[in-house]
């Protein structure tokens, strides 16, 4: 049987994380699941949790006026979705919809805050990783921005 | 592969446009036999021909057929400006001029044995169809084939039913990506380099050939070498504004190299120096 414990430490945002680091996030972690078409998070929202895929895609969408929403990307098995809960003001800046049924391992934010605060070695960790993520996704967001593939005359 | 070329390179044959397929909103595919029912053209994956549009002008236009069909060139074109758009308005029976082909071709012997990992974006996907095709009808030759794709839109993707079928093949993965997506898109949205972590690759053994926009190649030439890639085992298609395709007139000149005669292919390594350059 596949533990909290075993998932997140085999998730790949948490590969070679110290076993006493997982342990201390097992006690923020539970086992989620979302319907295709619901919404895992809405902009404006608290944010308080971030989520590790498991099966599923997640479809992260920006509403804008007079327009339906817009895609700006997806997220598949072993992502992570959400990092508002480590910023304040702590709310979502998009909605995130579930484009298949989604299964994944949520994580209490204001529970790992405050186990981050307690344990700066942890908070460390953390924030390495999530600083990994932000970067690779401003660079893809900067080359989005760029729209290359529209013509320019 | 030999290729044939007129002994007078800058003499256009007469050639008639016998299909013409609209692939997207603004992007179509035409189909041409030599007017005359002479000898068919044999060309490399990757090399490009000059079609003149009568009254118009002339184009540099890559071949995107496949190479073992001698007898008719395709070629799928982006209506862009006054040419383009008076070339893919071409009715069938239509005459259209044509120079080539011209340039050095995508380094498909080279890749023999090797994994083959195909990066297009937009149109790029042009240029890189007949490599694909060469591949796949020579699939013993060739190990692992991936291709990564990303356009704009869904609105904008070509050769939709070719990408299902390509994903068919043994051993072959096709990923496709757009930019934005609407909401009743359900495949992946982000820049094409957002494939790479969903890519099964063996880089130590794998020939990466990219065709698209160059600031969309720079990135991907960037996470390929992250990935583990050799630069010399990287290629791009560069492209600048080619008018006698013979390395006479310098139009094309890149650096040290004209685009039309050196390149359109070239290898990352060649090219790296000169990528991030300004108003190069």
């Not at chain 2, 994956?45 to 071949?63: A, D, N």
């Not at chain 2, 990066?119 to 190990?143: D, F, M, W």
């Not at chain 2, 094309?252 to 050196?262: A, E, L, N, R, S």
Request: some cysteine; glycine content about 8%.
């Amino acid at each position: 049987m596949e533990t909290l414990e075993r998932i997140i430490a085999e998730h790949p945002f948490f590969a070679d994380l110290d076993p006493e680091f997982v342990a201390l996030m097992v006690g923020c972690a539970s086992n989620v699941v979302f319907k295709a078409g619901t919404y895992i998070l809405k902009e404006g929202d608290p944010a308080n949790t971030f989520y590790l895929i498991r099966a599923g895609k997640v479809a992260v969408e920006v509403v804008a006026p007079q327009h339906k929403p817009i895609i700006v990307s997806t997220l598949e098995v072993g992502e992570l979705l959400g990092w508002s809960w480590l910023m304040p003001p702590f709310q979502w800046k998009f909605h995130a919809r579930a484009v298949a049924d989604v299964r994944a391992i949520a994580l209490d934010g204001k529970c790992l805050r405050t186990k981050c605060e307690e344990n700066h070695d942890l908070g460390y960790e953390v924030l390495k990783r999530f600083a990994q993520i932000i970067e690779e996704r401003l660079e893809a967001t900067r080359l989005q921005l760029l729209d290359v593939y529209a013509v320019h005359r | 592969m030999t290729t044939k070329t007129s002994s007078n390179p800058m003499v256009s044959h007469p050639y008639l446009v016998r299909e013409v397929v609209k692939e997207t909103y603004d992007t179509f595919t035409l189909t041409m036999e030599p007017e005359t029912g002479a000898n068919g053209t044999l060309f490399q994956p990757g090399q490009f021909s000059m079609l003149w549009v009568f009254g118009i002008g002339e184009l540099p236009i890559s071949i995107s057929g496949p190479p073992s069909q001698h007898d008719k060139l395709v070629y799928t074109v982006r209506s862009v400006g006054q040419a383009t758009h008076a070339l893919v308005s071409q009715d069938a029976g239509c005459g259209v001029g044509v120079r080539g082909p011209f340039g050095v071709g995508w380094p498909a012997e080279k890749a023999q044995g090797r994994d083959v990992i195909i990066v297009a974006g937009g149109i790029g996907l042009a240029p890189l169809r007949p490599l694909i095709y060469e591949i796949l009808s020579n699939r013993e030759a060739y190990g692992r084939l991936v291709i990564l794709y990303g356009a704009r839109s869904p609105r904008d993707l070509l050769y939709r039913k070719e990408l299902a079928a390509w994903a068919r093949h043994r051993d072959t993965q096709v990923l496709v990506t757009v930019d934005y997506g609407g909401l009743s898109w359900r495949g992946h949205v982000g820049v094409v380099t957002t494939l790479f972590k969903y890519a099964r690759l063996q880089p130590s053994r794998s020939t990466a050939m990219v065709c698209g926009p160059e600031i969309m190649m720079r990135f991907v030439a960037r996470e390929l070498e992250g990935h583990g890639l050799a630069r010399k085992d990287i290629y791009l298609s560069m492209e600048r504004n080619m008018k006698c395709a013979v390395g006479f007139c310098g139009h094309c000149q890149y650096g040290p190299h004209f685009i039309c005669k050196d390149g359109p292919i070239f290898s990352y390594e060649q090219l790296r120096p000169l990528l991030e350059k300004h108003e190069l």
